[in-house]
């Protein structure tokens, strides 16, 4: 038999947690057909792998991606860094279904202008994927912002019955046409004012579905912990897995709780499906969110419109120069973006650690001068974490980027090297391997990453993308529930 793809002599990190073995890997027509001894096998294009490590495909569980999938299909800094599928739709914000009666509300915004939000139903944003013939894969969650968004005058308040009654149907008509689940963006001024019971009746619509409850937290200040209660209680009630998006300690007065989160996670573990995701940095990113403004911790700017020669400097040195009280200086940039330095590392690797949590990148894909994760988020937790800090062996790096990631979101045939799963892989060199993407200079591939193959096509080699675009819409599968056991 003649196979598409050999990939000789590399040392298979599986994505299931365990360590890594020698073996060939044979591609045909998408999918991985053999893994073994295949020396005596023959293909079209034949790579010699020795010294580098095979890995799944990564996959980035918590972007921002919505639209830039189908602005710019290349997805290079996703690709660059060994990404293979995104999870759009977090955090309360998504593009579709969104109706806008005018410029979209904050933080909906970090999806981009009016002009970028053209779905009025999911389906029309899964036709629109399907069509950009994107570089990756993409999977997709409805926001609770954007529901809102489509059916109150005031976004400042919770919703009466009837809004409720619309907005269920259109998250009904979403998971219908393929939607993983429904996601909240509660510490948000727009969605804030939506009280538990609106949550938990929305929520109603997943059970049906095995589909999931992903939560950007009411707080990830000093309610924390009350944050995650709420959100426990709503998955609960609506019988669905709850993933608690970027778990932190936000606010240099909650730094060191990391210990009583991971507890309030490993607690309501023992009796319903839950599970989080993180990024490997200490600094967050968003809007410019006036409440989050301090003097304790140091907060670039990343974009404002009235101001976009601000990109890129502290708001510190912008308030001087004005001569005016931070949030003065604050409220002249607004609407803006921000970087706030406001974690504790030693939090940050607490929580990387722990076995309950997953990667995911956060990046903005809009910010002129955006948080480095966005280019690095991936090599940074194998080179800098795993290999350089020895925080956890790299097959677990790798469990939590791809096996675990797969299972909590219900990819099938996905997040695994196995034969018959579909040929979404990386190829990097487990020595040199490292994010270089930084603060000053956010937008820079990483290195040691040797090729990406996008549903079995190469689509990422020697530093370049290739122009290769074989990434589909997924929709979901199955009972997600399944993914926790």
């Known amino acids: 038999m003649m196979y598409d793809t050999l990939i000789r002599n590399a040392l298979i990190i599986d994505g299931s947690n365990a360590p890594g073995y020698p073996a060939d890997v044979a591609i045909l027509n998408g999918r991985i057909e053999r893994i073994g001894d295949l020396r005596d096998a023959c293909a079209t294009e034949e790579i010699d792998a020795a010294g580098r490590v095979l890995a799944p495909g990564f996959i980035d569980v918590h972007t921002h991606d919505d639209t830039v999938v189908i602005r710019q299909p290349q997805m290079l800094p996703k690709l660059s860094q060994g990404v293979t599928t995104v999870i759009v739709g977090n955090c309360g914000i998504s593009a579709s279904p969104v109706s806008l009666r005018g410029d979209p509300p904050d933080p909906m915004n970090l999806l981009g202008t009016a002009a970028a939000f053209v779905y009025p139903r999911f389906s029309d944003y899964r036709a629109a994927v399907e069509a950009a013939n994107t570089t990756l894969n993409v999977a997709a969650l409805v926001g609770h912002t954007a529901l809102r968004s489509n059916h109150l005058d005031d976004l400042l308040r919770t919703a009466t019955a009837d809004e409720i009654s619309a907005m269920r149907e259109q998250l ?107 990024y490997p940095y200490a600094a967050s990113s968003s809007t410019l969110d006036l409440k989050q403004v301090t003097d304790a911790h140091r907060i670039t700017i990343t974009w404002s419109t009235p101001h976009p020669e601000a990109s890129g400097r502290d708001l510190m040195d912008i308030a001087a120069e004005w001569g005016v009280p931070l949030l003065d200086a604050a409220r002249r940039l607004q609407p803006a973006g921000a970087v706030y330095y406001g974690m504790d590392e030693a939090d940050v690797r607490r929580i990387l650690a722990h076995p309950l949590s997953m990667v995911g990148s956060d990046g903005l894909p809009e910010d002129p001068f955006p948080h480095p994760r966005l280019w690095g988020a991936f090599p940074r937790v194998l080179g800098h974490f795993s290999r350089d800090v020895g925080l956890f062996p790299l097959h677990t790096a790798v469990h939590k980027m791809t096996g675990l990631s797969a299972a909590r979101f219900g990819l099938k045939e996905r997040g695994e090297i196995r034969e018959r799963h579909w040929a979404d892989l990386v190829l990097f060199d487990p020595v040199t391997i490292r994010d270089v993407a930084d603060f000053n200079d956010p937008q820079r591939a990483a290195e040691g990453i040797d090729g990406v193959w996008v549903n079995g096509v190469l689509s990422y080699s020697d530093g370049q993308a290739n122009g290769r675009r074989e990434g589909r819409f997924l929709a979901r599968q199955g009972d997600l529930r399944d993914g926790f056991q």
């Open 172 to 278: 009904r008509e979403s998971l219908e046409a393929g939607a993983l689940g429904l996601s909240t963006g509660l510490a948000y001024a727009n969605a804030f004012s939506a009280s538990t019971d609106e949550v938990m009746q929305l929520t109603e619509e997943l059970s049906a579905f095995g589909a999931v409850y992903t939560t950007h937290l009411r707080s990830e200040f000093e309610p924390v912990l009350e944050a995650m209660d709420e959100a426990f209680q709503i998955g609960r009630h609506a019988k669905s897995p709850v993933i608690i998006s970027h778990l932190k300690c936000a606010g240099a007065g909650n730094w060191g709780r990391s210990p009583q989160l991971l507890a309030s996670l490993e607690n309501a573990a023992k009796t319903h499906p839950v599970g989080c995701d993180c």
